[in-house]
């Protein structure tokens, strides 16, 4: 969970944002506002407030340029529900496929799962404590001791006490050696929860998966909870144990209210691919439903109520940032409702070579980094050069110039291709360290550098 909105300046969500994405500061600038907004909206007085609708997003750039990593990384900073979903996916209501508004089941779905994790973590030392209580039962079960005044007794109440003082003793010294880890492979017999009969998943990819889960929960209904026994070491026995105690400590009700309320009013919808359901002019051929495709999204995105297995969520203040390249078409070759319902457009640039070459060791996850801590578990060291990054960057720029333009998505192919010996032979190479010099990457590199036909097939 990132930190909360009202904890966060347009400046602040900027700084987290260049940590990850080189370059685009108009993108990022136009995402730090739409999110500030949402807190500024949620101090507004209650009759004002739920006329502000968010200002979503169109984000126009060739692809590998940071459009799905930027939303992406917004929702993470503000711990917001995120879903990514493409526009291409989906069809209009009569053709055979997903409707629009499986997005917003997907993103409740999320949140609902989000808010789980979130509470279970609250109950987990009760859980851990009521499985270890229960652990201690199956090893240690009960001893039923005679009542005061019986025949069986008579004399021997002192004997009781005694037994029950020494049982509680024997408990406490499995209880620690428990905690230790001393009983972990034991094996002992628990009674676990039979899974949920599912239905076969006849409605998959139809846009009615949802009927599978209420099929599926009707039956659960109609046939009580069934318990198995199961043979289990005591470590696997814990993990099902704490897990169960976990389920009945949470307040499914609860959790369902936050989500549906978090969803509602945090939730952000990132729609890739938007161009691709552009219509150009024409609606003949097997594009015929890509302006039906947007007439369906219009209502979600202006703001409509969606039915979900979890009850109604409102999509009014759900943020929606599309993205698309736009090669083929432009961002007018949308339906003008769909084009009003996205208010702020930024235009993403390509990368340069400088760009690429920030992109390979500035971010918190670049490459070079990634690549280095790979190998270095196998004890081998990459001494990257810095000429020889600027090569990388140099071959990265004409590789895209002479084939598709993938942007940063280049680098990935182009580092696999230059250490994929090293990758091949690391774990003979321990202690070793392996200078990544201009040299180095020209010889790697030099057969899709010199063969036109061949930097077609590098990906």
Do not use: C, W
């Not at 599926?216 to 070491?233: C, V, Y």
């Amino acid at each position: 969970m990132g930190r909360s909105e009202d904890e966060l300046t347009p400046a602040q969500i900027v700084a987290e944002l260049d940590m990850y994405i080189i370059g685009q500061e108009k993108a990022k600038k136009s995402v730090a506002i739409a999110l500030r907004n949402r807190y500024r909206r949620k101090n507004l007085p209650e009759e004002l407030r739920d006329e502000v609708a968010p200002k979503n997003i169109i984000m126009i750039g060739p692809t590998g340029v940071g459009k799905t990593e930027i939303a992406r990384r917004l929702s993470n900073i503000s711990g917001a529900p995120f879903i990514k979903v493409e526009a291409t996916k989906y069809t209009e209501v009569g053709y055979v496929g997903r409707d629009v508004e499986s997005m917003i089941r997907d993103l409740t779905n999320i949140s609902v799962n989000d808010v789980k994790k979130e509470m279970s973590e609250e109950v987990e030392t009760i859980a851990k404590e009521r499985a270890e209580d229960g652990l201690l039962d199956i090893l240690l079960p009960p001893i039923s001791f005679p009542k005061k005044g019986t025949a069986a007794s008579t004399g021997s109440g002192s004997t009781g006490i005694g037994a029950e003082e020494k049982r509680r003793k024997t408990r406490e010294r499995f209880r620690e050696m428990l905690r230790k880890g001393e009983l972990d492979e034991k094996v002992v017999e628990i009674e676990v929860k039979q899974p949920k009969t599912q239905v076969l998943g006849m409605f998959a990819g139809t846009g009615l998966e949802d009927m599978d889960t209420n099929l599926s929960n009707m039956f659960s209904s109609i046939f009580p909870e069934k318990k198995k026994r199961k043979k289990a070491s005591v470590k696997e026995a814990r993990k099902l144990l704490e897990e169960e105690e976990r389920d009945k400590l949470i307040d499914m009700d609860k959790v369902v209210k936050v989500a549906i309320e978090r969803a509602e009013q945090m939730g952000i919808v990132f729609l890739d691919e938007i161009d691709k359901i552009a219509t150009k002019g024409s609606t003949q051929g097997p594009d015929v439903s890509r302006e039906g495709v947007q007439r369906d999204i219009l209502p979600i995105v202006e703001g409509s109520t969606v039915t979900t297995k979890y009850g109604a969520v409102r999509t009014h203040h759900i943020l929606f940032i599309a993205a698309g390249a736009f090669h083929m078409s432009k961002p007018s070759d949308l339906i003008p409702e769909l084009q009003g319902r996205f208010p702020i457009r930024v235009e993403l640039s390509s990368l340069s070579t400088e760009d690429l070459e920030k992109i390979l060791t500035q971010p918190k996850n670049a490459l070079i980094k990634q690549y280095s801590a790979l190998l270095q578990t196998e004890g081998v060291e990459l001494d990257f050069k810095p000429d020889a990054i600027e090569e990388i960057a140099k071959i990265a720029t004409f590789v895209n110039s002479q084939t598709e333009n993938i942007g940063a998505r280049r680098l990935y192919t182009i580092m696999e291709l230059m250490l994929e010996d090293v990758s091949f032979t690391a774990p003979d190479l321990k202690n070793q360290i392996i200078p990544i010099t201009v040299e180095y990457v020209r010889s790697k590199l030099k057969n899709i550098i010199e063969d036109k036909d061949l930097s077609k097939y590098i990906l």
